[in-house]
């Protein structure tokens, strides 16, 4: 992702290029193209805004909304666990965002710390519709289907009907990888943060986590 400049408009824009070495991989080109489709769909304070799409040769890019800020991930590894009030915040802002996509049928998929940016203002921008699908969306089932990808998302914020299919999920599936985000906000780790990929899966099956109030 490069920060760049509007040679006439001089506005500033994030320009997120997919790596070349991807571009003969039709699965990856065709994500990208994918988030660029989900993400010019919405129109939401708080969901980066996409300005363009386009090709130079092999290189294939997406012109968006450029944050100056940074994401949540970052933010609890750089300064520990967030104030309660802002992580609140923080999260019904993500909330709202997520049900104007909702609203218009778009399921996100992997909403986890590092996809919501804050702002200077704390405002909140969800991030990266690579793995987004719009409800009786074929095009998108099928995409990852041919890929063999059964399981889509990001483990440790990954709901328990996800892990199992991740092609049929519904607007739940966000809602229950935003309350782990929130966990992890308040707790400066994910739910299940220890043991193998298999085993947190397996974790956010039939275990309950510690309770926020047992670990501050």
């Not at 009786?136 to 914020?157: F, I, K, Q, R």
Request: a negative charge.
């Amino acid at each position: 992702v490069y920060l760049a400049e509007h040679a006439l408009m001089k506005r500033e824009a994030a320009i997120k290029v997919l790596p070349r070495k991807r571009v003969e991989d039709s699965s990856y080109l065709a994500r990208f193209h994918r988030e660029a489709q989900a993400a010019a769909a919405l129109d939401h304070p708080n969901i980066v805004r996409i300005y363009d799409v386009a090709a130079d040769g092999n290189t294939h890019f997406i012109a968006m909304e450029f944050i100056d800020g940074q994401d949540l991930q970052t933010r609890v590894a750089a300064d520990g666990r967030l104030d309660w009030d802002l992580a609140a915040d923080y999260i019904a802002q993500s909330a709202v965002g997520l049900q104007h996509a909702h609203d218009i049928g778009l399921i996100h998929r992997d909403i986890k710390p590092a996809n919501l940016l804050a702002n200077e203002k704390n405002i909140i921008k969800i991030l990266d519709m690579g793995l987004a699908k719009f409800d009786e969306d074929e095009d998108a089932g099928s995409l990852t289907v041919d890929h063999n990808e059964n399981v889509l998302g990001t483990v440790d914020y990954l709901s328990p009907e996800q892990a199992v299919d991740s092609h049929n999920v519904d607007h739940r599936a966000d809602i229950y990888s935003l309350g782990c985000t929130l966990y992890f906000l308040l707790a400066g780790h994910a739910p299940f943060p220890e043991g193998s990929l298999a085993q947190r899966l397996l974790k956010h099956q039939k275990v309950k986590p510690t309770a926020l109030h047992d670990i501050r």
